[in-house]
Structure formats: C-alpha cells, structure tokens
C-alpha cells in the first residue's frame, strides 16, 4: 500500500498543475530508503521546504481537502441542513487572485498501489455545482488503463462491475454532491470500500494549528488503555527522555465513554526517596507533548503501512531527535510494511546527503504573481541548466538561495521617522 504520485491544480496558492511525486528517481545514494512495491520503486520519505507563505501547507492542505471529499462526499448537500454537510467548494478552494477565473474548476488525482499489488489512478474535478469529472483506472503493466469508474459532467458514464443491481443502485442515488468512489463503498461494493479504504487510512496532522496540539492530547488509543502497547509505548518515550520510567492512565470524570475521556499521566523518580512523581500531559515540556502525541499515529501508520502527511513536522522538536523520526520511515526494520511520512519543515539541518535523498527533498516557491510552484531537487537545474550533484552542501546551497524558495528578505525597522531622528 503505497502513495507513487499526487497531482492537484487550482488549489488556493497553486493555480497549475503540480505533482508530488513519490517514485524514486535514478540516483545513487541512499539505495536502503527505496522500497519496491510491485514493479515500481518507491520513497518512505519527503521533505518539502520554503518560505512563509510560499505554499508548503497548501500542498498538504491539497490532500487533505481530497481526503475529506472522498470520506465525506455521501453527506454533502448544497442546501442548509442539519444532516448534511455543506458542499466544500468554495471561492477559499481555488485559486482566487485572478478576478472571473478561466478554471473554476479544481482537480485532484492519487496513483496509488493496493494490497494486491496493482497500481491505480483516482482522481475527480469539482467546481461550485459538484463533482464534474471523476474517474478510476487500473494501470496495466504496460502502463495503458483500464476504466473502472468513468463520469463525466456531473453524469456516471461507465462503472466497470460484474453486479448490474449495484450499478443501478450506484446510478439512482448518486447526486453531483457526491463521488461514485465514495457512494460506492457506503452500498458495500468490495473493491470500492478497498479504495475508499485507503483513502480513509492517510493521515493528516497540522502542527501549525494550536488547537490539534491540545485534541490531540486528549485522544488515547485503546491498545495504550489496555496495555497492550505499554512495553513499545516505554521503549519510545525512552528514546527521546531517559527520565520517564512508567505511566499510566486515568479515565477523567463526567466525560464520555470514548478517547476523550482518557488523560496519559508521566511517571518520574523522586531526587531525594524512592517514590514516584505523576505528571500530567500539560505539565510536560512541548516537545514531550508533541511526541507523545505522534505516538498514536506513527504506531498505527506504522503497522499499516500507511501514509502519513505532517505540517511542520520540526515545530518544538530538536533537529536530532526529528532525524530519529526519519530513520524509523526509512530504515526497513523499524518500518517493514512501507509507511510513508510527508512533512513540511523550516529544518535546513536535515538536507544532509546522509539523511535525505535528493528526490525526497523538495521545494515550493511563489512567484510575483502570487502563484506557487512545487519541484524537487533532484528535478532542478542550476543558472548553468545542470542538475545538482550528490556532493554539493544542500544546506549552505538552499540558504543561499540557489535552489529558491527561500523569503525575500529587507531590514525590519519598526520606529517611527520622529524617533529615528532622535537616535
């Protein structure tokens, strides 16, 4: 189960199309990261650095938005309801610093690998009347296509199923609000809720927002409730602070039966006798926060093989203990069924030829225009029209400014012209 591509156009700061691309390029170092899946070679990690601003979020925001479409696309409605889910497309979507813009469309488009080892392209346009476009193909060895779903404008075409009742089924309840894949999978069409399935599975997390940090604090897995992963819970948190020796659980009063009802509590030794001090979560340092709550999701994505999208993965996080993270992606022991981890970082410290490849590290830069651009390094050339070498000092290089992507900087004076004239 592995993403290979990622292709998205007219998306809030990206007016073309862009792709992020997950297949590893012909290039020498660091051959233990590449995984093969199927016939294809394939990264466990990516990179993607850049200015404020420049678009970094919105790549991962991209995918989050086609997330959120294929898992919730059964419940939209364009009308107000209480049942329903607003339509999402929204002038917020799509790229918007173009006044009457000649694509008011956006598209989206996955090539992924299932279990069964075949590889697949999903994809769909949406525009402010619904889902205009969607399709799902099977790609061949031969790299032609085989049309599973076809849909074009608002109306289903083609769906390739041996159950006639189920393409009735698919063709009387669908409305242009929703997606065929998603409409499928909900009837219980086996191949279908597969695909969904994998969708359902990618997480997303955005440590750029204040409120996901104190949520997902509250969220305890039920395996962590149990004990069943307290010896891989304590061998984690002893990777990153030696002076946590235990902890525990306490379900919190008047809340819920479910994750929310559950606070994690640290145990330390004593300085000065042999007893044990509780800490809450909130009473622990950031950093400890923060990788306690990736702990939830690194373990499940983990043991699924599942990507995984973080927004400033580096954010409270020391730059050696961010590298551990990477080497358990990238080493096949501790990640052997293929888990793929896409983060956004400021992190230059990383771009070191001995901890990212060069097509696992990439760029996005926003032009005058306001328009961002998405490339990886190994994909860019110099003034000189060469692609950059395997020995060059990534990190001085990209502060420099050689690779882009990097904020136009000028002196910040904050004064008033009466007080400079005092100095």
Known sequence: IMLLQFTFKNFRSFKDENILDMRAAKVTELSYHVRKAGKEKVLPITAVYGANASGKSNVIGALSFMVMCVTNSVMFSSENNNTALKFPYTDNV???????????????ETTFILPNKKRYLYGFKIDKNGFKDEWLKLIKANNEYNDIIVRKNYKLINYKTKKTKMEVNI??????????????AMLKDKFLMAVHNWFSNITIINFGEPLIDIISQSI??????????????????????????????EKQLNEGDNGHAYR????????????????SLQNESSGTQKMITLFMHFHRVIQGGYPIFIDELNAKLHPLLVRLLLNMFSNPETNPNNAQLIFTTHDSWLMKKDI??????????????????????????????????????????????KYGAIPNLSLINLLDKDDNNGI
């Open 171 to 184: 063709k009387t309840s669908l409305s242009n609000t929703s997606l065929v894949l998603s409409l499928g």
């Open 94 to 108: 799509r790229f918007s610093l173009i006044n009457n813009n000649d694509e008011t469309y956006s598209t989206f």
């Open 356 to 401: 990212l490849r060069r097509d696992e590290i990439w760029f996005t830069d926003k032009n005058i225009n306001g328009v961002s651009e998405l490339y990886s390094l190994v994909e860019f050339k110099d003034n000189k029209g060469k692609n950059i070498r395997n020995d060059e000092n990534y990190e001085k290089n990209y502060l420099l400014g």
């Open 220 to 249: 305890v897995s039920e395996d962590l409730i149990t004990g069943k992963l307290k010896n891989i819970f304590l061998n984690y948190l002893a990777s990153f602070d030696s002076s946590i020796i235990d902890y525990s659980i």
């Open 264 to 279: 994690i509590y640290t145990h330390h030794k004593m300085l000065n006798n042999n007893g044990i001090k509780k800490l």
